[in-house]
Protein backbone atom coordinates (compact mmCIF):
# COMPACT_ATOMS: atom_id res chain seq x y z
CA UNK A 1 0.00 0.00 0.00
CA UNK A 2 1.54 3.76 -0.76
CA UNK A 3 1.66 6.12 1.74
CA UNK A 4 0.08 9.76 0.90
CA UNK A 5 0.30 12.70 3.69
CA UNK A 6 -2.79 14.05 1.35
CA UNK A 7 -4.66 10.80 1.79
CA UNK A 8 -4.17 10.74 5.15
CA UNK A 9 -4.41 14.24 6.26
CA UNK A 10 -8.28 13.88 3.82
CA UNK A 11 -9.04 10.37 5.54
CA UNK A 12 -9.25 12.33 9.04
CA UNK A 13 -10.86 15.14 7.76
CA UNK A 14 -13.44 12.63 7.14
CA UNK A 15 -14.05 11.16 10.75
CA UNK A 16 -12.91 14.66 12.48
CA UNK A 17 -16.80 16.00 13.11
CA UNK A 18 -17.45 12.83 14.56
CA UNK A 19 -14.04 11.33 16.26
CA UNK A 20 -15.27 11.93 19.90
CA UNK A 21 -18.66 10.41 19.59
CA UNK A 22 -16.78 6.94 18.77
CA UNK A 23 -13.07 7.79 20.74
CA UNK A 24 -13.82 10.13 23.13
CA UNK A 25 -14.27 10.39 27.03
CA UNK A 26 -17.55 9.15 27.50
CA UNK A 27 -17.99 7.56 24.04
CA UNK A 28 -15.54 4.63 24.49
CA UNK A 29 -14.60 3.27 27.57
CA UNK A 30 -11.33 1.69 26.72
CA UNK A 31 -10.10 4.60 25.06
CA UNK A 32 -10.52 6.67 28.29
CA UNK A 33 -9.05 4.18 30.25
CA UNK A 34 -6.38 4.69 27.88
CA UNK A 35 -6.44 8.35 27.77
CA UNK A 36 -6.00 8.53 31.37
CA UNK A 37 -2.92 6.52 31.47
CA UNK A 38 -1.13 8.66 28.91
CA UNK A 39 -2.01 11.55 30.55
CA UNK A 40 -1.01 10.26 33.91
CA UNK A 41 2.53 9.88 32.26
CA UNK A 42 2.63 12.92 30.84
CA UNK A 43 1.89 15.05 33.64
CA UNK A 44 4.66 12.73 35.53
CA UNK A 45 7.25 13.80 32.53
CA UNK A 46 6.21 17.45 32.19
CA UNK A 47 5.73 19.52 35.28
CA UNK A 48 3.29 22.27 35.75
CA UNK A 49 4.38 25.40 33.50
CA UNK A 50 6.22 23.64 30.77
CA UNK A 51 5.68 24.60 27.14
CA UNK A 52 5.29 21.18 24.97
CA UNK A 53 4.92 20.50 21.17
CA UNK A 54 1.75 17.89 20.59
CA UNK A 55 2.03 16.07 17.41
CA UNK A 56 -0.84 14.78 16.09
CA UNK A 57 -3.77 16.30 18.66
CA UNK A 58 -6.27 15.27 17.37
CA UNK A 59 -9.53 17.19 18.83
CA UNK A 60 -7.60 18.26 21.52
CA UNK A 61 -8.29 16.49 24.71
CA UNK A 62 -4.44 15.72 25.52
CA UNK A 63 -3.72 19.55 24.77
CA UNK A 64 -6.51 20.79 26.91
CA UNK A 65 -5.98 18.58 29.43
CA UNK A 66 -2.59 19.90 29.81
CA UNK A 67 -3.54 23.40 29.47
CA UNK A 68 -6.31 22.57 32.55
CA UNK A 69 -3.10 21.24 34.51
CA UNK A 70 -1.16 24.44 33.21
CA UNK A 71 1.00 23.09 30.89
CA UNK A 72 1.08 25.58 27.25
CA UNK A 73 0.71 23.16 24.26
CA UNK A 74 1.46 24.04 20.72
CA UNK A 75 -0.87 21.58 19.20
CA UNK A 76 0.11 20.12 15.84
CA UNK A 77 -2.17 17.75 13.35
CA UNK A 78 -2.09 16.80 9.88
CA UNK A 79 -5.85 17.67 9.57
CA UNK A 80 -7.06 21.22 8.89
CA UNK A 81 -10.42 19.72 10.62
CA UNK A 82 -9.10 18.13 13.43
CA UNK A 83 -6.60 21.35 14.37
CA UNK A 84 -9.59 23.50 14.16
CA UNK A 85 -11.37 21.35 16.46
CA UNK A 86 -8.56 21.28 19.00
CA UNK A 87 -8.48 25.31 18.53
CA UNK A 88 -12.33 25.54 19.46
CA UNK A 89 -12.17 23.03 22.96
CA UNK A 90 -9.65 25.30 23.95
CA UNK A 91 -11.91 28.43 23.15
CA UNK A 92 -14.59 26.61 24.76
CA UNK A 93 -12.23 25.48 27.99
CA UNK A 94 -11.17 29.42 28.29
CA UNK A 95 -8.29 28.11 27.47
CA UNK A 96 -6.88 29.63 24.32
CA UNK A 97 -3.78 31.60 26.18
CA UNK A 98 -2.19 27.99 26.79
CA UNK A 99 -3.00 26.17 23.29
CA UNK A 100 -2.37 27.14 19.98
CA UNK A 101 -3.27 24.90 17.11
CA UNK A 102 -1.54 24.45 13.65
CA UNK A 103 -2.50 22.20 11.47
CA UNK A 104 1.01 20.81 10.28
CA UNK A 105 2.18 17.10 9.43
CA UNK A 106 4.88 15.21 11.68
CA UNK A 107 7.30 15.51 9.47
CA UNK A 108 6.65 19.38 8.92
CA UNK A 109 7.81 20.06 12.57
CA UNK A 110 11.11 20.67 11.43
CA UNK A 111 9.96 23.89 9.19
CA UNK A 112 8.88 25.33 12.77
CA UNK A 113 10.65 28.75 13.55
CA UNK A 114 11.17 29.52 17.52
CA UNK A 115 12.46 31.98 19.68
CA UNK A 116 12.33 29.51 23.09
CA UNK A 117 12.83 25.58 23.21
CA UNK A 118 10.49 23.93 24.07
CA UNK A 119 10.47 21.88 27.42
CA UNK A 120 9.12 18.52 26.01
CA UNK A 121 6.86 17.14 23.00
CA UNK A 122 4.47 14.44 22.78
CA UNK A 123 2.90 12.16 20.23
CA UNK A 124 0.11 9.94 21.45
CA UNK A 125 -1.46 7.16 20.34
CA UNK A 126 -0.63 5.85 16.55
CA UNK A 127 0.68 9.29 15.29
CA UNK A 128 3.61 8.12 14.65
CA UNK A 129 2.63 5.06 13.02
CA UNK A 130 1.05 7.07 9.87
CA UNK A 131 4.36 9.01 9.55
CA UNK A 132 6.87 7.52 6.30
CA UNK A 133 10.16 9.37 7.78
CA UNK A 134 11.01 9.12 11.71
CA UNK A 135 14.68 10.22 10.96
CA UNK A 136 14.08 13.38 9.69
CA UNK A 137 11.31 14.03 13.50
CA UNK A 138 14.04 13.05 15.11
CA UNK A 139 16.49 15.48 13.90
CA UNK A 140 13.67 17.89 14.11
CA UNK A 141 13.18 17.94 17.65
CA UNK A 142 16.77 17.81 18.88
CA UNK A 143 16.60 21.58 18.01
CA UNK A 144 13.39 22.09 18.95
CA UNK A 145 13.87 20.89 22.70
CA UNK A 146 15.55 22.16 25.13
CA UNK A 147 18.77 19.82 26.05
CA UNK A 148 17.92 17.08 28.22
CA UNK A 149 14.37 17.60 26.86
CA UNK A 150 11.91 15.00 26.87
CA UNK A 151 9.59 13.51 23.62
CA UNK A 152 6.99 10.76 24.70
CA UNK A 153 5.30 8.77 22.33
CA UNK A 154 2.59 6.10 22.31
CA UNK A 155 2.87 3.77 18.66
CA UNK A 156 0.75 0.50 17.38
CA UNK A 157 2.78 -1.66 18.11
CA UNK A 158 3.96 -5.09 16.38
CA UNK A 159 3.03 -7.77 19.42
CA UNK A 160 -0.73 -7.40 20.66
CA UNK A 161 -1.40 -10.75 22.53
CA UNK A 162 -5.11 -9.65 23.35
CA UNK A 163 -5.48 -8.97 19.65
CA UNK A 164 -3.82 -12.22 18.38
CA UNK A 165 -5.75 -14.66 20.86
CA UNK A 166 -9.21 -12.80 20.11
CA UNK A 167 -9.18 -13.42 16.25
CA UNK A 168 -7.70 -16.56 16.80
CA UNK A 169 -10.10 -17.86 18.73
CA UNK A 170 -12.53 -16.28 16.05
CA UNK A 171 -11.11 -18.24 13.54
CA UNK A 172 -9.54 -15.36 11.65
CA UNK A 173 -5.50 -15.97 11.86
CA UNK A 174 -4.76 -13.66 9.24
CA UNK A 175 -6.09 -10.88 10.97
CA UNK A 176 -4.85 -12.15 14.40
CA UNK A 177 -1.10 -11.47 13.03
CA UNK A 178 -2.00 -8.59 10.10
CA UNK A 179 0.57 -6.28 12.83
CA UNK A 180 3.42 -8.75 12.01
CA UNK A 181 3.73 -7.58 8.45
CA UNK A 182 6.11 -5.13 7.07
CA UNK A 183 5.27 -1.79 5.49
CA UNK A 184 2.26 0.27 4.80
CA UNK A 185 -1.10 -1.55 6.09
CA UNK A 186 -4.47 -0.23 5.68
CA UNK A 187 -6.02 0.92 9.37
CA UNK A 188 -9.75 1.70 9.95
CA UNK A 189 -10.41 4.79 11.46
CA UNK A 190 -14.30 4.79 12.76
CA UNK A 191 -16.48 7.45 11.37
CA UNK A 192 -20.27 8.21 12.31
CA UNK A 193 -22.93 5.58 12.39
CA UNK A 194 -20.26 2.70 11.10
CA UNK A 195 -19.03 5.53 7.96
CA UNK A 196 -15.21 3.82 8.78
CA UNK A 197 -12.04 5.26 6.34
CA UNK A 198 -9.02 3.50 6.16
CA UNK A 199 -5.45 5.35 6.92
CA UNK A 200 -1.94 4.00 5.55
CA UNK A 201 -0.58 2.46 8.95
CA UNK A 202 2.74 0.76 9.67
CA UNK A 203 2.86 -0.94 13.16
CA UNK A 204 6.33 -0.16 15.29
CA UNK A 205 8.61 -2.49 17.24
CA UNK A 206 10.42 -0.99 20.25
CA UNK A 207 13.91 -1.78 18.00
CA UNK A 208 11.68 0.50 15.05
CA UNK A 209 11.55 3.22 17.45
CA UNK A 210 15.20 2.60 18.76
CA UNK A 211 16.57 2.99 15.56
CA UNK A 212 14.87 6.02 14.35
CA UNK A 213 15.76 7.96 17.16
CA UNK A 214 19.49 6.75 18.54
CA UNK A 215 20.80 9.76 16.67
CA UNK A 216 19.94 11.67 19.69
CA UNK A 217 17.95 10.25 22.29
CA UNK A 218 17.63 7.48 24.52
CA UNK A 219 15.41 5.46 25.92
CA UNK A 220 14.03 6.32 29.80
CA UNK A 221 10.89 3.72 29.98
CA UNK A 222 9.09 1.57 28.17
CA UNK A 223 5.23 0.78 29.16
CA UNK A 224 2.71 -1.36 27.21
CA UNK A 225 -0.71 0.08 26.87
CA UNK A 226 -2.75 -1.98 27.38
CA UNK A 227 -1.41 -5.13 28.14
CA UNK A 228 -3.92 -7.70 29.46
CA UNK A 229 -7.07 -5.59 28.56
CA UNK A 230 -8.55 -5.20 25.28
CA UNK A 231 -7.95 -2.73 22.60
CA UNK A 232 -10.30 0.18 21.82
CA UNK A 233 -12.48 -1.35 19.22
CA UNK A 234 -13.49 -3.93 21.54
CA UNK A 235 -14.99 -1.90 24.12
CA UNK A 236 -18.38 -3.43 24.04
CA UNK A 237 -16.30 -6.39 25.37
CA UNK A 238 -14.15 -4.19 27.79
CA UNK A 239 -17.73 -2.98 29.00
CA UNK A 240 -19.27 -6.44 29.02
CA UNK A 241 -16.84 -8.08 31.64
CA UNK A 242 -15.75 -4.89 32.91
CA UNK A 243 -15.77 -6.94 36.61
CA UNK A 244 -13.11 -9.16 35.03
CA UNK A 245 -11.09 -7.16 33.45
CA UNK A 246 -11.18 -4.64 36.45
CA UNK A 247 -9.61 -8.06 38.60
CA UNK A 248 -6.95 -7.99 35.23
CA UNK A 249 -6.17 -4.73 36.42
CA UNK A 250 -3.59 -5.28 38.93
CA UNK A 251 -1.65 -7.24 36.82
CA UNK A 252 -1.48 -4.91 33.81
CA UNK A 253 0.08 -2.15 35.86
CA UNK A 254 2.58 -4.79 37.96
CA UNK A 255 3.82 -6.42 34.45
CA UNK A 256 3.61 -3.37 31.85
CA UNK A 257 6.62 -1.92 31.98
CA UNK A 258 8.65 -5.21 33.33
CA UNK A 259 10.73 -7.06 30.05
CA UNK A 260 8.98 -8.46 28.03
CA UNK A 261 5.95 -7.75 28.69
CA UNK A 262 6.54 -4.12 28.23
CA UNK A 263 7.51 -4.76 24.31
CA UNK A 264 4.08 -5.70 23.86
CA UNK A 265 0.60 -4.74 23.72
CA UNK A 266 -2.11 -2.42 21.45
CA UNK A 267 0.02 0.60 21.79
CA UNK A 268 3.90 0.57 23.81
CA UNK A 269 4.66 4.16 25.54
CA UNK A 270 7.95 5.59 25.64
CA UNK A 271 9.91 8.32 27.21
CA UNK A 272 12.99 9.24 25.32
CA UNK A 273 15.38 11.87 26.62
CA UNK A 274 17.30 14.34 24.48
CA UNK A 275 21.24 13.62 24.39
CA UNK A 276 24.49 15.42 24.41
CA UNK A 277 24.58 19.15 23.39
CA UNK A 278 23.34 19.91 19.98
CA UNK A 279 25.08 22.56 20.56
CA UNK A 280 28.63 21.38 20.37
CA UNK A 281 27.91 18.62 18.72
CA UNK A 282 28.28 16.35 21.39
CA UNK A 283 27.35 12.42 20.33
CA UNK A 284 24.52 11.42 22.49
CA UNK A 285 25.32 8.77 25.23
CA UNK A 286 25.10 5.10 24.07
CA UNK A 287 22.29 2.55 25.08
CA UNK A 288 22.89 0.01 27.78
Same mark, same amino acid.
Given at each position: ??? $??? #??? @???????? +? %??? &? %????????? $??????????????????????????????????? *?????????????????????????????????????????? &??????????? !????? /?????????????? !???????????? /? &?????????? /???????? +? !??????? =????????????????????? &??? =? %????? #?? @?????????????? *????????????????? =?????????????????????? =?????????????????? !????????
Amino acid at each position: MRH $SSI #DTS @KAFDAVAP +H %YDS &V %YGLGSNTMM $SWMRGQSLNLLEATFPPGSRLLEIGCGTGEEAVAL *AQARRHVLATDISPRMAALTAERSRDAGLADRVTALCLPAGG &VAALRITEHFD !GAYAS /FGGLNCEPQLGPLC !GALRRLLKPGGA /F &VCSVMARWCP /FEIAWFCL +H !GQPSTAF =RRLHRGWQPAPVAGAEGADVT &VAT =R %YLALS #DV @KRAFRDGFQIEMTM *ALPLLLPPPYLDELYRK =RRSLFDKLEPWERRLRTRWPFR =RWGDHIALVLRATGDKRL !GCRPVPQR
